[in-house]
T-cell receptor, first 112, second 113 residues
Framework: SQQGEEDPQALSIQEGENATMNCSYK?????LQWYRQNSGRGLVHLIL?????REKHSGRLRVTLDTSKKSSSLLITASRAADTASYFCATELTGGGNKLTFGTGTQLKVEL | DTGVSQNPRHKITKRGQNVTFRCDPISEHNRLYWYRQTLGQGPEFLTYFQNEAQLEKSRLLSDRFSAERPKGSFSTLEIQRTEQGDSAMYLC???????????FGSGTRLTVV
């Protein structure tokens, strides 16, 4: 079953704009991670935020986590055509045996 | 070390045949995971190993699926008596420890005809 739900399912923006994707989950977590997947390829780890953290940055990426609302957001600033991909949130559930449970993903398209 | 390697990249098989996929994780990673992904969906957990011990197997995984990780190095995933519903991308990932990010391989795309 899918733990996380990403919103929106699809997002189309112009190069240079910011892209925001949201993830909601249902149960208590140890950490939440974001991954990118280019069409037909494996997933690439972007960033991990632990349950006691509220915000984290990595380059053009900013992730926030609100455990009271069971939600996270991924912001990509100054997007580029190369950012076109599917983005997944994944949660490591508390007591969930360490495995990650993935959401359904947001398809981001960045147009020139 | 070039990351997580999966073979083959593509596999087409007839319904009822057995298939086996191989995953070579990053050598210092002791955790190895198998996921399945269908079009438009996120990866779905199948099973994971810590070293050679298989610690968890999804309840969704039928008895036709089996995975091994002999000596805690590479892993194999076997599907017996394949069905059309088994058609998917099979992804392998490894991680250094618990609560670390995963490194994924490029996947094996299985088509059952």
């Amino acid at each position: 079953s899918q733990q996380g739900e990403e919103d929106p399912q699809a997002l189309s923006i112009q190069e240079g704009e910011n892209a925001t994707m949201n993830c909601s989950y249902k149960t208590s977590i140890n950490n939440l991670q974001w991954y990118r997947q280019n069409s037909g390829r494996g997933l690439v780890h972007l960033i991990l935020i632990r349950s006691n953290e509220r915000e984290k940055h990595s380059g053009r990426l900013r992730v926030t986590l609100d455990t009271s609302k069971k939600s996270s957001s991924l912001l990509i600033t100054a997007s580029r055509a190369a950012d076109t991909a599917s983005y997944f949130c994944a949660t490591e559930l508390t007591g969930g045996g360490n495995k990650l449970t993935f959401g359904t993903g947001t398809q981001l398209k960045v147009e020139l | 070390d070039t990351g997580v390697s999966q073979n083959p990249r593509h596999k087409i098989t007839k319904r009822g045949q057995n298939v086996t996929f191989r995953c070579d994780p990053i050598s210092e990673h002791n955790r190895l995971y198998w996921y399945r992904q269908t079009l438009g969906q996120g990866p779905e957990f199948l099973t994971y190993f810590q070293n050679e011990a298989q610690l968890e197997k999804s309840r969704l995984l039928s008895d036709r699926f089996s995975a091994e990780r002999p000596k805690g190095s590479f892993s194999t995933l076997e599907i017996q008596r394949t069905e059309q519903g088994d058609s998917a991308m099979y992804l392998c990932a490894s991680s250094l420890e618990q609560s670390y990010g995963y490194t994924f391989g490029s996947g094996t795309r299985l088509t059952v005809v």
